[in-house]
């Protein structure tokens, strides 16, 4: 079945850093991919996605591109802000259409000023 | 806007104990979900629902129910809590499904079983 894979964290940037949280997938047929973002005390919320190879993704200053030649879809930021603080999951469609998607563990990332 | 609207937010239960956890959207969704969410593990689904009177299992359904008797609601119960089942749980909801659809998610539950 279709699994997602993100890099472990907690990962502590200090403000205006440039940020990745690595993602890749296993999949069958062509998944869609997502990230989305969890801040304290809230539901998760979607940050952005791409739903064939080579899309790229992008909201508030994130962007993520579909790479089907390394099944990954890494997440990147330029510039963080403290505000960025949160729980990142990258997410992929399961193999049913219209069903599920399958999430990563989470990425955890904290901004310092 | 009310969106998806989880209850109760906090609950403590002992060992055996039933209770429900309400889900409800006002968005006329057709798709609804019930995910659990522990340290390490992420998120997974334990069960959803592709519109009224449907419902299927999930990653981890062993000891919830669900019923959806109406495109609104989406409750998840636990017949006889086990420690196991201490989580936060979540409730989403979109349009046509998951898959190519933006998920609303509630604020969550935090369930602890003694």
């Known amino acids: 079945g279709n699994s997602v894979t993100q890099m472990e964290g907690p990962v502590t940037l200090s403000e205006e850093a440039f940020l990745t949280i690595n993602c890749t997938y296993t999949?069958?047929?062509?998944?869609?991919l997502f990230w989305y973002v969890q801040y304290p005390g809230e539901g998760l919320q979607l940050l952005l996605k791409?739903?064939?190879?080579?899309d790229k993704g992008s909201n508030k200053g994130f962007e993520a591109t579909y790479r089907k030649e390394t099944t990954s879809f890494h997440l990147e930021k330029g510039s963080v802000q403290v505000s960025d603080s949160a729980v990142y999951f990258c997410?992929?469609?399961?193999?049913?259409?219209?069903?599920?998607?399958?999430f990563g563990k989470g990425t955890t990332l904290s901004v310092s000023s | 806007n009310a969106g998806v609207t989880q209850t109760p937010k906090f609950q403590v239960l002992k060992t055996g104990q039933s209770m429900t956890l309400q889900c409800a959207q006002d968005?006329?969704?057709?798709?609804m979900s019930w995910y659990r969410q522990d340290p390490g593990m992420g998120l997974r689904l334990i069960h959803y629902?592709?519109?009224?009177?449907?419902?299927d299992q999930g990653e981890v359904p062993n000891g919830y129910n669900v019923s959806r008797s109406t495109t609104e609601d989406f409750p998840l119960r636990l017949l006889s809590a086990a420690p196991s089942q201490t989580s936060v749980y979540f409730c989403?909801?979109?349009?046509?499904?998951?898959?190519?659809?933006?998920?609303?998610f509630g604020s969550g539950t935090q369930l602890s079983v003694l």
């Open positions: 989403a909801s979109s349009s046509r499904g998951a898959t190519n659809e933006k998920l609303f």
């Open positions: 997410a992929l469609s399961g193999s049913q259409a219209g069903t599920a998607l399958i």
């Open positions: 968005m006329n969704h057709e798709y």
């Open positions: 999949a069958t047929g062509y998944p869609s």
């Open positions: 791409a739903t064939k190879a080579d």
């Open positions: 629902s592709v519109g009224a009177g449907i419902t």
